[in-house]
Antibody, heavy 121, light 110 residues
Framework: QVQLMESGGGVVQPGRSLRLSCAASGFTFSSYGIHWVRQAPGKGLEWVALISDDGSDKYYEESVKGRFTISRDNSKNMLYLQMNSLRVEDTAVYFC??????????????WGQGTLVTVSS | QSVLTQPPSASGTPGQRVSISCSGSRSNIGSNTVNWYQQFPGTAPKLLVYSDNQRPSGVPDRLSGSKSGTSASLAISGLQSEDEADYYCAAWDDSLNAFVFGTGTKVTAL
């Protein structure tokens, strides 16, 4: 059974940093791309970033480019999102989601429960 | 703003058929397969349809997806009260190099 569990959310001031983690189990983690997707309070889903199975390809939503970094540790079945220079508009629940296949690009077929990030002074 | 456009709401009486549209462009729906997700308040999204019209195991066959050109649709046959949720389409966009979501549709059983 595929399981994804996010952690690391919390309240942070604008301009500060936060690192989210996603622990995966129940599938061969190193064979799949993984997404980060976020949802601001009362709003729709917004894709944030994707990393390929071996970490060689990374893609980012335009507003987070240069501020967020996606990474993974296949030896630990862990995904990360380093978020720097946080803005109020980054406030959201952040989900990790398993992609389809090695690139992960074409679907997100299993999701974690999410972790809330609140950026506020 | 979202690249894929959905109607904000859709409704029907129990037992009716409800359809949700998702309008995109050549770089997303026109080039790649479409996914549909269901989300209840306070919970994670659940994949309902992938590869335009394929259902993961456990998803009832009264939910069906279709695609034509740069648009896709999700149909819910025999609407039930438990279908009341938000629904999102999504696809990879080759121009943006991004996985784009639709604006979301809230389905209500009247």
């Amino acid at each position: 059974q595929v399981q994804l569990m996010e952690s690391g959310g919390g309240v942070v001031q604008p301009g500060r940093s936060l690192r989210l983690s996603c622990a995966a189990s129940g599938f061969t983690f190193s064979s799949y791309g993984i997404h980060w997707v976020r949802q601001a309070p009362g709003k729709g889903l917004e894709w944030v970033a994707l990393i390929s199975d071996d970490g060689s390809d990374k893609y980012y939503e335009e507003s987070v480019k240069g501020r967020f970094t996606i990474s993974r540790d296949n030896s630990k079945n862990m995904l990360y999102l380093q978020m720097n220079s946080l803005r109020v508009e980054d406030t959201a629940v952040y989900f990790c989601a398993k992609g389809g296949g090695s690139s992960g690009r074409f679907t997100a077929d299993a999701w974690g429960q999410g972790t809330l990030v609140t950026v506020s002074s | 703003q979202s690249v894929l456009t959905q109607p904000p709401s859709a409704s029907g009486t129990p037992g009716q058929r409800v359809s949700i549209s998702c309008s995109g462009s050549r770089s997303n729906i026109g080039s790649n397969t479409v996914n549909w997700y269901q989300q209840f308040p306070g919970t994670a999204p659940k994949l309902l349809v992938y590869s335009d019209n394929q259902r993961p195991s456990g998803v009832p066959d009264r939910l069906s997806g279709s695609k034509s050109g740069t648009s896709a649709s999700l149909a819910i046959s025999g609407l039930q009260s438990e279908d009341e949720a938000d629904y999102y389409c999504a696809a990879w966009d080759d121009s943006l190099n991004a996985f784009v979501f639709g604006t979301g549709t809230k389905v209500t059983a009247l």
